[in-house]
């Protein structure tokens, strides 16, 4: 807004005026609207060092919140608490009441552990739920496998977890062990595919000597469809006490030891179709791994 040049040339006296208003207890904007100053610059100039009367002084609301966060941590409220009570931040709370001590740990009643353990149990039930939904949906992509996907899968997997042939230490046999009972049932439905004799095929326990022994045997004899006295001698592994196994109690089966006799050709066929593999699953530009 534009002022004429003398309307404030009278400085001194209008703040004298404007002083005198002040101390009569007129807010800026009484005195601003009484004098017909429009420009807050020279307004604030005519009341420096003139504080405002009490009544235009507005409460701080955050005053109380403080005050009763100070009361609530004293009764030995935690922060989340006192968050939850009061709708304010932690940050605020720390700065309000870090000159106060720390409410003493306390045990949690039977009933707060009671409601606790079942907010738990559901909180794992629609882990679970959730869990076994997307294995579900993820067994349904699958579907029913080619000859062909079960051959190269059968590959990856005897190379993952079978005997290998070493340039120190000659290796040409096929032998794969295993302590998972799915993994087992693959490995032989693969070496049905590639048309070895079940003949030929050897079986053996590996187990941890302190291990339900006679139980293990007849449930891997169970799982591949032989007589535990076809079955070659179990293995022990010898207890080692300082060793503290989660692997116990009933589902302790140990390994299975599948060993394929007359084997050489077949290893060397295995090693070159998973280098096939490999030169297969490299990028066709690069013409190499």
Same mark, same amino acid.
């Given at each position: 807004?534009?002022? *004429? ?10 703040? +004298?005026?404007?002083?005198? $208003?002040?101390?009569?207890? @007129?807010?800026? &904007?009484?005195?601003?609207?009484? @004098? ?35 009361? @609530? ?15 304010? #931040?932690?940050?605020?709370? #720390? ?14 009643? +039977? ?7 079942? &907010? ?31 051959? $190269? ?6 190379? =993952?977890? !079978? ?6 230490? /000659? ?7 295993? #302590? ?8 032989? =439905?693969? $070496? +049905?595919? @590639?048309?070895?004799? /079940? ?22 004899? *169970? ?21 503290? /196994?989660?692997?116990? !109690?009933?589902?302790? /089966? ?21 280098? !096939? ?6 990028? =066709? #530009? *690069?013409?190499?791994?």
């Amino acid at each position: 807004m534009a002022h *004429s040049p003398n309307k404030y040339a009278d400085f001194e006296g209008l703040r +004298e005026r404007a002083v005198a $208003l002040r101390r009569e207890g @007129l807010s800026r &904007r009484q005195i601003r609207d009484r @004098l017909h100053v429009d420009n807050n610059d020279i307004l604030n100039r005519l009341l420096e060092g003139e504080p405002p009367p009490e009544w235009t002084k507005r409460p701080n609301a955050k005053d109380d919140v403080r005050e009763r966060a100070r009361e @609530l941590r004293l009764q030995g409220w935690t922060y989340d608490q006192i968050q939850v009570e009061l709708g304010c #931040s932690k940050g605020s709370i #720390s700065l309000w009441v870090r000159d106060l001590p720390k409410p003493e740990r306390r045990e949690p009643s +039977e009933q707060a552990k009671l409601a606790a353990r079942k &907010r738990w149990e559901h909180e794992l039930a629609v882990r679970d739920a959730a869990r076994e939904q997307t294995k579900a949906a993820a067994l349904q992509e699958v579907g029913r496998m080619t000859e062909r996907e079960l051959f $190269l899968l059968g590959v990856g997997l005897y190379w =993952a977890e !079978g005997a290998k042939d070493k340039i120190y230490s /000659r290796r040409e046999y096929v032998l794969f062990v295993n #302590s998972d009972p799915d993994m087992i049932k693959v490995f032989i =439905a693969w $070496l +049905e595919l @590639l048309k070895v004799e /079940r003949e030929r095929l050897r079986f053996r326990v590996m187990i941890h000597e302190n291990a339900d022994v006679a139980a293990a045997e007849q449930y891997w004899a *169970s799982l591949v469809c032989t007589d535990t006295t076809r079955s070659g001698k179990t293995t022990l592994k010898k207890h080692n006490p300082k060793t503290v /196994r989660k692997n116990v !109690g009933d589902h302790c /089966r140990g390994c299975l030891v599948i060993d394929v006799v007359q084997s050489a050709d077949l290893y060397r066929r295995i090693e070159g179709w998973w280098n !096939g593999i490999v030169l297969g699953s490299a990028p =066709a #530009s *690069s013409g190499k791994v």
